[in-house]
Nanobody, 128 residues
């Protein structure tokens, strides 16, 4: 079992930045896949980025590539999402997810069902 706890959400004006954190309850395996998703009211959960905990290899959704950066600090059992140039359409609940000892693949971002463990979410609100 893995518990995930997100933090760092808040309200920001368009063009601003936020950094989200996801703390894991235990250490990682090199082939664990960590991800960030978001869900706006009335919309499906959208995959944003994945990171392989061992190599640090990343995959991004087209909607956020170049603006968002996923990273990890294995010593702290924490994954981050740096979000820059935020837009009102980025307003959503942001979730951290984990899939253990599986590697990462781009199609994992297409279906939240690939991930076994989820945090409770952190709200991000971007005003114009």
């Amino acid at each position: 079992q893995v518990q995930l706890v997100e933090s760092g959400g808040g309200s920001v004006q368009a063009g601003g930045s936020l950094r989200l954190s996801c703390a894991r309850s235990r250490s990682t395996y090199p082939s664990d896949c960590m991800a960030w998703f978001r869900q706006a009211p009335g919309k499906e959960r959208e995959g944003l980025a994945t990171i392989l905990t061992g190599s640090g290899g990343t995959i991004y959704a087209d909607s956020v590539e170049g603006r968002f950066t996923i990273s990890r600090d294995n010593a702290k059992n924490t994954v981050y999402l740096q979000m820059n140039s935020l837009r009102p359409e980025d307003t959503a609940m942001y979730y951290c997810a984990a899939r253990l000892q599986s590697g990462c693949s781009s199609h994992y971002l297409e279906d939240p069902g690939w991930f076994n463990y989820w945090g409770q979410g952190t709200q991000v609100t971007v005003s114009s």
